[in-house]
């Protein structure tokens, strides 16, 4: 059977880090309440003329090196994002520019936080259609950009960053096992970003009003977040035939150390299988799932055949999982 194999990852972070400590000089705020509440101590924050192309094209050039691929070698680039260059073009398509994937369909993703794993299983399918194809899929966000400053609520937990990961079609045991992904619009209202759309164009007043940055509630996202992430992870090895037994790796979005230990509860998952970066890099939104893969790749935290399960919730409300053999 011919499965989609991620045979490379590669991530990039830019290197001012903000530290909490930083962040009570801005806020009122403390390091003590961050790190209580969400479990992060520093994140990583662009300059000003940096684009989450430029993220993204780094994280693809190492996964291009690690996989001993040249760009134009790529059939498809799947760019997960929440914090796009521009409205239009698309990320992926600056990102095909800047690396030279000239033979390569470039095209975003938008679903919130689990944008990465919508794009991993839309390359999945471009694979099962042709196992020739090579694809690209990452997530790539400047989530700093559209944090309030001033919203001690949001603006403590959001990062900068991107991840990639590189699939082709081979015949076996390894690669994608599965994918599920969910949404209730319903639920938009959680978790969104009112300026600059169709609904409210940019204007003075949208400006004046700060609808350019992120609105959040996080309580009762906290809530919706904790029981989809326990209720993906469960349809994912259910769908499998799988035990939490079986998982040898679980890569769950980062958005809080406290909603991924309160779904690992629910289904029963030991958090010593449980991959946390949260405390360096804070949410990076679609991209902190590329970024886990990359750092547990490169550390040699990772072996042929080890099964993994991703995991995450996000905006929209959207929420999925996916389960691969490493
Ligand atoms: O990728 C998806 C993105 N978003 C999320 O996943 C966020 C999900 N939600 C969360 O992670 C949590 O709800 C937060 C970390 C955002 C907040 O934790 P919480 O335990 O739900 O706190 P809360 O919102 O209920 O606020 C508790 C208190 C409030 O004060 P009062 O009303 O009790 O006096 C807040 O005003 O904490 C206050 N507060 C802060 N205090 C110090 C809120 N933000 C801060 C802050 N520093 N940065």
């Known amino acids: ?8 990852t590669g991530s990039y972070v830019p290197p001012k880090v903000l530290t909490n400590f930083d962040l009570e000089k801005m806020v009122d705020t403390s390091d003590e309440w961050i790190t209580s509440r ?13 684009a989450t192309s430029d993220l ?13 691929l040249s760009p134009e070698d790529l059939d498809f680039i799947i760019t997960g994002t929440n914090s796009p260059d ?6 992926g398509c600056f990102i095909q520019a800047k ?4 033979k390569a369909a470039a095209f975003d993703v938008s679903a919130g936080c689990t944008s990465f794993i919508h794009a991993l299983s839309l390359a999945d399918k471009f694979i099962k259609e042709n196992p020739s194809h090579k694809v690209m899929v990452l997530g790539a966000e400047i989530m700093s950009k559209v944090t309030d400053w001033a919203d001690r609520a949001t603006c ?24 599920h992904l969910h949404s209730d619009g319903s639920l938009w209202e959680l978790l969104y970003m009112p ?12 400006v004046d009003k700060r609808l350019h940055y992120i609105k959040m509630a996080g309580n009762p996202l906290f809530k919706v977040a904790v029981r989809a992430l326990a209720d993906v992870s469960q349809e994912a090895l259910k769908y499998n035939g799988l035990t939490s037994e079986d998982i040898d790796v679980m890569i769950p979005h980062q958005a809080n150390t406290r909603i991924i230990e309160a779904a690992a509860k629910i289904i029963n998952f030991p958090m010593e299988k449980v991959y946390l970066n949260i405390e360096k890099y804070g949410n990076t939104s679609s991209a902190t799932i590329p ?4 750092e547990m790749q490169r550390g040699g935290k990772l072996k042929a055949g080890d099964l993994m399960l991703l995991c995450s919730f996000g905006t929209g409300v959207t929420w999925g999982s996916a389960v691969i053999r490493w």
Do not use: H, W, Y
């Open 1 to 8: 059977m011919i499965r989609s194999r991620i045979i490379a």
């Open 38 to 50: 969400s479990g992060i101590r520093e994140r990583r924050i662009v300059e000003k003329d940096v």
């Open 56 to 68: 993204g094209t780094q994280a693809a050039l190492r996964a291009l090196e690690m996989a001993e």
């Open 86 to 91: 521009m409205f239009f073009p698309c990320t």
């Open 99 to 102: 690396i030279g994937a000239t």
């Open 156 to 179: 403590v937990l959001f990062g900068d960053g991107a991840g990639a990961v590189i699939l082709v079609g081979e015949e076996g045991e390894r690669g994608i096992l599965s994918t």
């Open 195 to 206: 300026g600059g759309g169709s609904a409210n164009p940019s204007s003075r007043e949208t």
């Open 291 to 294: 970024i886990a893969m990359d």
